[in-house]
Protein backbone atom coordinates (compact mmCIF):
# COMPACT_ATOMS: atom_id res chain seq x y z
CA UNK A 1 0.00 0.00 0.00
CA UNK A 2 3.20 2.25 1.17
CA UNK A 3 5.00 1.29 -2.31
CA UNK A 4 6.78 4.10 -3.65
CA UNK A 5 5.60 6.22 -0.89
CA UNK A 6 9.21 7.29 -0.17
CA UNK A 7 11.09 6.55 -3.41
CA UNK A 8 11.50 10.70 -4.03
CA UNK A 9 13.38 10.80 -0.31
CA UNK A 10 12.42 11.46 2.81
CA UNK A 11 11.30 15.09 3.79
CA UNK A 12 11.65 14.88 7.47
CA UNK A 13 10.69 12.44 10.82
CA UNK A 14 8.69 13.19 13.25
CA UNK A 15 10.01 12.30 16.43
CA UNK A 16 8.46 10.11 19.06
CA UNK A 17 9.67 9.10 22.85
CA UNK A 18 8.65 8.02 25.81
CA UNK A 19 9.71 7.68 29.40
CA UNK A 20 9.68 4.47 31.33
CA UNK A 21 10.00 4.26 35.55
CA UNK A 22 11.92 0.71 36.96
CA UNK A 23 11.16 -0.12 40.36
CA UNK A 24 14.68 -1.60 41.93
CA UNK A 25 13.85 -3.32 45.15
CA UNK A 26 16.15 -2.42 48.21
CA UNK A 27 16.23 -5.36 50.82
CA UNK A 28 15.72 -5.30 54.79
CA UNK A 29 19.07 -4.26 55.24
CA UNK A 30 19.40 -1.49 52.52
CA UNK A 31 20.88 -3.76 49.88
CA UNK A 32 19.14 -2.48 46.69
CA UNK A 33 19.53 -5.10 43.61
CA UNK A 34 20.12 -3.36 40.92
CA UNK A 35 20.05 -5.41 37.97
CA UNK A 36 18.24 -6.71 34.98
CA UNK A 37 16.01 -9.64 37.01
CA UNK A 38 14.22 -7.06 38.28
CA UNK A 39 13.34 -4.86 35.49
CA UNK A 40 10.21 -5.92 33.92
CA UNK A 41 12.22 -5.07 30.22
CA UNK A 42 14.80 -7.52 30.59
CA UNK A 43 14.15 -10.93 28.35
CA UNK A 44 14.97 -13.89 30.79
CA UNK A 45 14.94 -16.82 28.09
CA UNK A 46 17.31 -14.62 25.35
CA UNK A 47 19.28 -12.62 28.15
CA UNK A 48 18.57 -9.34 26.50
CA UNK A 49 17.51 -5.87 27.00
CA UNK A 50 14.03 -5.10 25.29
CA UNK A 51 15.01 -1.76 25.06
CA UNK A 52 18.34 -1.97 24.11
CA UNK A 53 18.49 -5.38 22.30
CA UNK A 54 22.35 -6.09 23.80
CA UNK A 55 22.82 -9.25 25.01
CA UNK A 56 23.31 -9.46 28.60
CA UNK A 57 25.21 -12.19 30.07
CA UNK A 58 25.40 -11.55 33.97
CA UNK A 59 21.46 -9.92 34.06
CA UNK A 60 20.55 -11.74 37.40
CA UNK A 61 23.52 -9.79 39.38
CA UNK A 62 23.92 -6.47 36.90
CA UNK A 63 22.47 -4.15 33.84
CA UNK A 64 23.46 -4.27 31.00
CA UNK A 65 26.77 -1.80 29.86
CA UNK A 66 24.64 0.26 27.95
CA UNK A 67 21.36 0.53 30.19
CA UNK A 68 19.56 3.86 29.49
CA UNK A 69 18.21 4.29 33.19
CA UNK A 70 19.33 6.37 35.24
CA UNK A 71 18.81 6.32 38.26
CA UNK A 72 17.34 9.21 40.36
CA UNK A 73 16.08 8.58 43.90
CA UNK A 74 15.48 6.30 46.84
CA UNK A 75 12.00 5.64 47.82
CA UNK A 76 11.10 4.70 51.12
CA UNK A 77 8.72 2.01 51.39
CA UNK A 78 8.46 2.15 55.34
CA UNK A 79 9.95 -0.45 57.98
CA UNK A 80 8.02 -3.49 56.16
CA UNK A 81 6.73 -4.89 59.53
CA UNK A 82 2.98 -4.53 59.07
S1 LIG B 1 19.80 -3.06 30.68
FE1 LIG B 1 18.54 -1.69 31.96
S2 LIG B 1 16.66 -1.38 30.77
FE2 LIG B 1 17.69 -3.17 29.91
S3 LIG B 1 16.81 -4.94 30.96
FE3 LIG B 1 18.64 -4.34 32.11
S4 LIG B 1 17.91 -2.93 33.70
FE4 LIG B 1 16.29 -3.10 32.16
Do not use: H, N, W
Not at 3 to 28: L, W
Not at 55 to 64: A, D
Amino acid sequence: MDEGRFDSGVYGYVVGRCEITVYFPIDKRGEPDISCKQCPYYRMQSRTCGLTEDVIPYGERFVGPKCPLRREEVIDAGDGDQ
